[in-house]
């Protein structure tokens, strides 16, 4: 059974810095499939960055702020989050599928597993 604990969550000013983890454990695959989407109070749910095996992809309103990573050794799923604003206000969600292939994009709305969420506040 996989499961996702995410953490890092919290609340920081404008222009500040977070890095959400998310330890995922039982996953057994030698790829990598997961990624982090969010979901702000009245909005759907967006995703966010995607890592499929190496490649990286990110929804456009975070390009080049957010960074996704994977340490295989740790188990640990990242989200670098730099140059945060009130627009990233959200519940981050971490979720996996299985990587071959992996069927994760940013309009994906069914996961194989998720986690329970890390809230991020930002204020202006």
């Known amino acids: 059974q996989v499961q996702l604990v995410e953490s890092g969550g919290g609340s920081v000013q404008s222009g500040g810095s977070l890095r959400l983890s998310c330890v995922v454990s039982?996953?057994?695959?030698?790829?990598?499939?997961m990624g982090w989407f969010r979901q702000a109070p009245g909005k759907e749910r967006e995703g966010v960055a995607i890592?499929?095996?190496?490649?990286?992809t990110y929804t456009d309103s975070v390009k080049g702020r957010f960074t996704i990573s994977h340490d295989k050794a740790e188990n640990t799923l990242y989200l670098q989050m730099n140059s945060l604003n009130p627009e990233d206000t959200a519940m981050y969600y971490c979720v996996a599928d299985t990587p071959s292939p992996c069927v994760l994009t940013l309009k994906r709305h069914e996961f194989g597993w998720r986690g329970q969420g890390t809230q991020v506040t930002v204020s202006s």
């Open positions: 890592l499929d095996n190496g490649s990286t």
């Open positions: 039982g996953y057994i695959y030698s790829g990598t499939c």
